[in-house]
């Protein structure tokens, strides 16, 4: 099988939301000796960015997005440690800290934004949910990411997400980073009352909103 064949296995094999084929495609990748970070770009990447710009145009659904990042991520767990063996890296935009605030356990939402951020080329530290601000910041004083990305999918853990811009201001790293908000209660004239500096309603925006944060930086 020639390599265009197998990346086209792999970019189908995510379209289809199939994680077992997904995974088969990644290891036959690595066995005939391709490029694993190629793999992931113009296999993996090209997958998920169909389904979603499906999504997009109205043709797909939200589960199906979900899926397809689902599936992305089974074979992006094969692949990218064999990036970082052969001493390289892939093609990063911004590196990002990712979480859902305290007191929030949904987790979906904020991994489709990871997943996608991901995607279309930034490093991206999730820290799951439930997350404190003492978390975020002691993340933020390690990594020194240039984004600091916030879920809350609750109105009661939406405070949260003020309370660690407020804590990044007294730990004198605010100016340090650009700080994006989102979540289903989440609304732009909120972002702008607790200092955010973007607003994203959905993934797509969340990762356009990140590229525009990047370039301003």
């Known amino acids: 099988m020639s ?20 995974r088969i495609g990644a290891r036959e990748a690595l066995e005939k000796g391709l490029d694993p970070a190629e793999s992931i770009q113009s296999g993996l990447m090209r997958g998920l960015l169909d389904v979603g710009e499906r999504w997009n145009c109205g043709e797909a659904f939200i589960t199906e997005v979900m899926l397809a990042a689902s599936a992305f991520k089974a074979g992006l767990e094969i692949l990218e440690p064999k990036v970082t063996e ?28 990871a997943v996608m951020l991901k995607a279309f080329g930034f490093e991206v530290q999730d820290l799951g949910v439930d997350v404190p601000s003492d978390r975020f910041i002691e993340v933020v004083k390690k990594s020194n990411p240039d984004i600091v990305g916030m879920s ?8 949260e997400q003020k309370k660690v811009i407020e804590r990044l201001g007294q730990a004198g790293l605010r100016d340090n980073v650009k700080v994006m908000v ?3 209660p989440v609304t732009k004239s909120w972002a702008s009352e607790i200092g955010a500096d973007a607003y994203g309603e959905d993934a797509f925006e969340a990762v356009n909103k990140a590229k525009t944060l990047i370039a301003k930086r």
Do not use: C, F, W
């Open 86 to 113: 052969k001493g390289r890296s892939l093609k990063t935009l911004g590196r990002v800290v990712i979480g859902t605030v305290q007191g929030d356990i949904h987790d979906i939402g904020k991994s489709i934004v």
């Open 3 to 22: 390599k265009e064949n197998v990346l086209q296995k792999l970019r189908v094999a995510v379209q289809n939301y199939d994680e077992d084929a997904v």
């Open 182 to 184: 989102g979540g289903a």
């Open 152 to 159: 809350a999918l609750l109105t009661t853990s939406m405070p």
